[in-house]
């Protein structure tokens, strides 16, 4: 894995400020927060994050815009990220999430940009150019304004003719169209994935067949989370499920992409589809312990691999 470059892109980064508090939270009156925490977030960057952690510097590629921005960029140089930001007029957004006693996450999201077709070609020409030493790139995250829903679509296309492997994770519109490009892999979690097939499946054979229409018919690998569910990983016509471990819940943010990057990571360490997804649902359960968008070290991540298990669906 040392052998192999990573980059990341994140068109609508953010910080993301936690608030944690000691009763359920209510709309409508004043909820008084015990405590909160700020860190830098959305998914290119937090899978740089892991990478960087797990001894590959991940070059991030991102906007950034105000006092936001400046704090986010502290944020990523103090982690040793590898950066490549393009500046922007509008600030960089602030997501609020909020968790309660009872382990419920609300949040309100900034939309992020507006973002000019300058600012937006400056950044996809720095990205292109890094395809002359980088082989695998992680697409991800929402669209902020001023840039078209098909971009994840167009980038796919333009990097995969360059010989490069390309990840995607986004929902909507941007990923049924990204899916026409054929990136290597796709990674939905369920609600994302319920929208791309127009209902929601129920149960882990429902998905795990959901997954592999789509394998097969468009020619991609898919790894669909399922929160404290597991997740299922599919091959063209063939499925993988693995479990999650019970944890206690203090930041939702972020366990998505560490799952994702810590199943590439040592998918391309093992080649084994199996070693690689019980240490993403234990490096994933090891970062939902940590509050805000705090990242587990490497010991942590592999804390809950002797509880978990694997089978072929």
Same mark, same amino acid.
């Given at each position: 894995?040392?052998?192999?470059?990573?980059?990341?892109?994140?068109?609508?980064?953010?910080?993301?400020?936690?608030?944690?508090?000691?009763?359920?939270?209510?709309?409508?009156?004043?909820?008084?927060?015990?405590?909160?925490?700020?860190?830098?977030?959305?998914?290119?960057?937090?899978?740089?994050?892991?990478?960087?952690? %797990?001894?590959?510097?991940?070059?991030?590629?991102?906007?950034?815009?105000?006092?936001?921005?400046?704090?986010?960029?502290?944020?990523?140089?103090?982690?040793?990220?590898?950066?490549?930001?393009?500046?922007?007029?509008? /600030?960089?957004?602030?997501?609020?999430?909020?968790? !309660?006693?009872?382990?419920?996450?609300?949040?309100?999201?900034?939309?992020?940009?507006?973002?000019?077709? !300058?600012?937006?070609?400056? %950044?996809?020409?720095? %990205?292109?150019?890094?395809?002359?030493?980088? /082989?695998?790139? *992680?697409?991800?995250?929402?669209?902020? /304004?001023?840039? !078209?829903?098909?971009?994840?679509?167009?980038?796919?296309?333009?990097?995969?003719?360059?010989?490069?492997?390309?990840?995607? !994770?986004?929902?909507?519109?941007?990923?049924?169209?990204?899916?026409? *490009?054929?990136?290597?892999?796709?990674?939905? @979690?369920?609600f994302e994935l319920s929208e791309l097939v127009g209902y929601t499946p129920e149960g882990t054979e429902n998905i795990a067949s959901e997954?592999?229409?789509?394998?097969?018919?468009?020619?991609?690998?898919? %790894?669909?989370?399922?929160?404290e569910n597991g997740a299922i990983y599919t091959e063209k016509s063939t499925s993988w499920y693995v479990t999650s471990p019970h944890v206690?819940? @203090?930041?939702?943010?972020?366990?998505?992409?560490?799952?994702?990057?810590?199943?590439?990571?040592?998918?391309?360490?093992?080649?084994?589809?199996?070693?690689?997804?019980?240490?993403?649902?234990?490096?994933?359960?090891?970062?939902?312990?940590?509050?805000?968008?705090?990242?587990?070290?490497?010991?942590?991540?592999?804390?809950?691999?002797?509880?978990?298990?694997?089978?072929?669906?």
């Amino acid at each position: 894995m040392s052998n192999i470059s990573v980059a990341t892109l994140t068109l609508n980064p953010s910080l993301d400020k936690t608030m944690y508090f000691e009763k359920p939270f209510c709309l409508g009156v004043l909820n008084r927060a015990k405590s909160s925490i700020i860190t830098p977030g959305s998914k290119g960057i937090n899978v740089s994050r892991v990478f960087g952690i %797990l001894g590959i510097k991940a070059t991030a590629f991102a906007f950034s815009g105000g006092e936001n921005g400046r704090i986010m960029e502290k944020m990523l140089k103090s982690e040793g990220i590898p950066l490549e930001l393009v500046k922007t007029k509008a /600030q960089t957004r602030l997501n609020i999430k909020m968790i !309660d006693s009872e382990e419920k996450c609300t949040e309100a999201n900034e939309t992020g940009g507006p973002i000019t077709e !300058d600012e937006l070609d400056e %950044l996809i020409f720095r %990205l292109k150019k890094a395809t002359e030493n980088t /082989q695998l790139f *992680a697409l991800g995250g929402s669209i902020p /304004q001023g840039v !078209d829903k098909s971009v994840y679509y167009l980038l796919t296309k333009e990097l995969r003719s360059k010989g490069a492997e390309v990840v995607l !994770d986004c929902d909507g519109a941007a990923l049924k169209k990204g899916i026409e *490009a054929r990136p290597s892999l796709i990674k939905p @979690n369920l609600f994302e994935l319920s929208e791309l097939v127009g209902y929601t499946p129920e149960g882990t054979e429902n998905i795990a067949s959901e997954c592999k229409k789509i394998s097969v018919d468009c020619g991609i690998n898919i %790894l669909c989370t399922l929160s404290e569910n597991g997740a299922i990983y599919t091959e063209k016509s063939t499925s993988w499920y693995v479990t999650s471990p019970h944890v206690t819940v @203090n930041g939702f943010t972020g366990a998505g992409d560490t799952f994702l990057s810590a199943f590439l990571y040592e998918y391309k360490v093992e080649n084994s589809v199996e070693n690689a997804l019980l240490f993403a649902s234990s490096a994933a359960a090891a970062k939902v312990e940590l509050p805000g968008t705090c990242l587990p070290d490497r010991a942590s991540m592999e804390k809950y691999v002797p509880a978990l298990s694997v089978k072929k669906i």
